[in-house]
């Protein structure tokens, strides 16, 4: 088992920044991937950004590339996502995940392990 615990939400003015810690915990020798999921009211979970535990590979979705930079401390079992020029429409809960597959990293069904969530919310 894995569990995964994120930091760093709160409210922030359009423009500004926040970054969004996640501790994992448990067997996290078994983690291949870590990644970060959001869900805005009324809407489903979309995929923001994961990275790779080994090597380091990234991927970002569309609506956050060159905005969101996803990092990882592999020694502290810890994964980041660096968050500047926020926007309203980033307003969302935001969920730190863990998979142990080495495959398709923005598929939330790829992910075995989740944490509670970490609110965000950007004002205009």
Same mark, same amino acid.
């Given at each position: 088992q894995v569990q995964m615990v994120e930091s760093g939400g709160g409210l922030v003015q359009a423009g500004g920044s @926040? +970054? @969004?810690?996640?501790?994992?915990? %448990?067997?996290?020798s078994?983690?291949?991937?870590?990644?970060? $999921?959001?869900?805005?009211? *009324?809407? %489903? +979970?979309? $995929?923001?950004?994961?990275? =790779? =535990?080994? *090597? *380091? !590979?990234?991927?970002?979705?569309d609506s956050v590339r060159g905005r969101f930079t996803i990092s +990882?401390? !592999?020694?502290k079992n810890m994964v980041y996502l660096q968050m500047n020029s926020l926007k309203p429409e980033d307003t969302a809960v935001y969920y730190c995940a863990a998979s142990t597959a080495g495959i398709s990293a923005a598929s939330a069904s790829n992910y075995n392990y989740w944490g509670q969530g970490t609110e965000v919310t950007v004002s205009s």
């Open positions: @926040l +970054r @969004l810690s996640c501790a994992a915990s %448990g067997r996290t078994t983690i291949y991937t870590m990644g970060w $999921f959001r869900q805005a009211p *009324g809407k %489903g +979970r979309e $995929f923001v950004a994961a990275i =790779r =535990r080994s *090597g *380091g !590979n990234t991927y970002s979705a +990882r401390d !592999n020694a």
